[in-house]
């Protein structure tokens, strides 16, 4: 789930800065050539194709192809599909590229961050520019950052992975086991089971 989060928040990003020269493809337009002009019946039996969960992504191209032969707009469905396939494979480079240098803009957003021996107005132009370089990931690393602050309280306590709050797996307690209860945090260092 996590991962298509991040596919639509980055293709989100790609589309509003419109930073390569990727046709502005929406199914509104793309397929309005496609779809218009269609009876009722054809838009049904195509929608029996996109909904059917027991059909592989091969074998939905397949009936979607069969389907456009069927309604006479074979021609039509070959440009589409053609067309959206470019730009899948032109929007996963991009994405491939954004992923790639995530963890070095986090590296110096976190370094500009960091830096004490500066005033707000020289961090700000500093993440000014480091955003004008890596627009993309700066932008993601915002929005993953304020994810993981809406949920803070899961984040630190555990959640799926650990953050922090215990010496080995099963050393310590970890603080999601003291949620609720009234103790100091000398208990959290006691080892062994509650």
């Keep these: 789930m996590l991962f298509y989060l991040l596919s639509a928040i980055i293709f989100t990003t790609v589309a509003s800065a419109a930073l390569t020269s990727a046709p502005a493809l ?32 091969a074998e939905r191209d397949q009936k979607s192809a069969e389907w456009a032969e069927k309604h006479g707009i ?29 963890p070095s803009t986090y590296k110096k957003l976190s370094e500009i961050i960091a830096n004490k021996n500066q005033t707000l107005s020289q961090v700000g132009t500093a993440i000014q520019e480091l955003d004008e370089k890596f627009n993309l990931e700066v932008q993601l690393i915002f929005i993953l950052s304020k994810i993981l602050r ?6 630190m306590n555990g959640g799926l992975n650990e953050v922090g709050n215990e010496a080995t797996e099963n050393s310590f307690r970890r603080m999601r086991d003291f949620e609720g209860r009234s103790m100091d945090v000398k208990a959290l260092m006691i080892p062994g089971p509650l």
């Design 74 to 102: 074979a021609d039509k469905w070959a440009v589409f599909y053609s067309t959206w396939q470019a730009r899948e494979e032109k929007f996963n480079k991009i994405k491939t590229t954004v992923f790639e240098r995530l």
């Design 150 to 155: 809406l949920n803070e309280k899961i984040v």
């Design 26 to 57: 929406t199914v509104h337009e793309a397929g309005g050539a496609v779809f218009q002009n269609l009876t009722e019946k054809a838009l049904f039996d195509y929608f029996q194709i996109g909904f059917d969960q027991t059909l592989t992504i």
